[in-house]
């Protein structure tokens, strides 16, 4: 098999390390399944993406939804960005992380009315409006609020992302956003709206994207509209461009946030406004594992299970979207061969699983497997199926390592039922 190895997660030894850890070591002392961050990729990325743009006046703010932990917010934070939140759960968090309303902006397709108005009260830097009806309303809390809301269009620039149809954005068969001419038409709308202050066009047109051009397509098509709101006499202070850029989970071809940037640099420089990016899987995806212990191994009919105590409640990517992560053991041992395997979990579902038909060494009952680039939208998209507690989650900072959620009790599962017994 592969071992997949980087500068944050490789092998020292025998043994697999994040940043100078051994994982071996968290594994004994936390017990598994276990998401595992390397808080040093988190940096590093950060600063990758956001030295790539240096030319722009620019502002990432980070699409928590990717990763929530409220250390992992906070790394990002303290780091310089702003954070993107889609729901007022994740408004809780990024303020509970340190993050400035300043710099945090709501985006969602269905805000309720508390959460605009949560958006409001907190003074949030501005709300990503994706239909007529949510602009009205908007107008109208922020009315009673006595306050002006700075609110952003979010325009579906029809164009193909070519990424899974699942979380493809930009179609015009998705439900996000508004087309061009509606968008131009509610930014008309503007003398009506006395409570609404415009500040830019915003765009999201999918996620796990792999190639610059829809990028590059999306962006030209806003920038369009742009000029065309500027000369209706509307000036907007930013376009945003959302997240959506992709990364290797095998061995995907991607492009890096330099070239990135010399892509779609030259059309955005053309506007003369603020950019802003939302990248949520770029930043956290390759910085975190899960990982799991073979509980069992057998072969059925000729197919060979390795069973491990990580389950599509824990890492569901597999499951819902075919999704590939590279599985590889903890720990190396010599003279093991390869076999073709699938690595399951305990829930009850043929659809509870880690990987299918892969390349794996051999591995027993007891021994620990990581599962790879589980940073982004793993622990988030976590449930409690079969009243499975949810994983621990630890950040790894150079020779140290840090518990930032402790595994689930049983009891804390229940305390919202058992009064009501
Ligand atoms: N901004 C908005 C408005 C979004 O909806 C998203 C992701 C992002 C930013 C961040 O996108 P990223 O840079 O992470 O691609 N659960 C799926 C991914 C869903 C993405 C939803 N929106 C998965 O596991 O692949």
Known sequence: MNYFESEYFKYKGYQLFCENVPLIEIADQQSTPTYVYSNKFFIDRYKEFDKAFAGLDHQIFFACKSNFNLSVIKTFVDAGSGVDVNSEGELFRALKAGASPKKIIMSGVGKTKNEIKLALENDLLMIKAESEEEILLINEIAGSLNTKARVAIRVNPDVDAKTHPYISTGLAKNKFGVDAATALRLFKLKKDLKNIKYTGIDMHIGSQITKVEPFVEAIEKLGELFQKVKSEGISLEHIDLGGGIGVAYNNEKTFSAEEFSNAVSP???????????????????????????????????????????????????????????????????????????????????????????????????????????????????????????????????????????????????????????
């Open 267 to 421: 059309i955005l420089k053309k506007l003369n406004c603020k950019v802003f990016f939302e990248p949520g899987r770029f930043l956290t995806a390759n910085g975190g594992v899960l990982i799991a212990q073979v509980l069992y191994t057998k072969k059925n009919h000729d197919k060979n299970f390795i069973i491990t105590d990580g389950a599509m409640n824990d890492l569901l990517r597999p499951s819902i979207y075919g999704a590939y992560h590279h599985i590889q053991p903890l720990t190396l041992t010599k003279d093991k061969k390869d076999i073709t395997a699938d690595v399951v979990g305990p829930v009850c579902e043929s659809g509870d699983f880690l990987a299918k038909n892969v390349q794996i060494t051999e591995c027993k009952r007891g021994e620990f497997i990581a599962v790879l680039s589980a940073g982004a939208y793993g622990m988030v998209m976590s449930s409690n199926y079969n009243m499975r507690r949810r994983p621990a989650e630890v950040l790894v900072s150079g020779n140290n390592f840090k518990v930032v959620r402790r595994r689930e009790s049983f009891e804390s599962l229940l305390k919202d039922e058992i009064d009501l017994l």
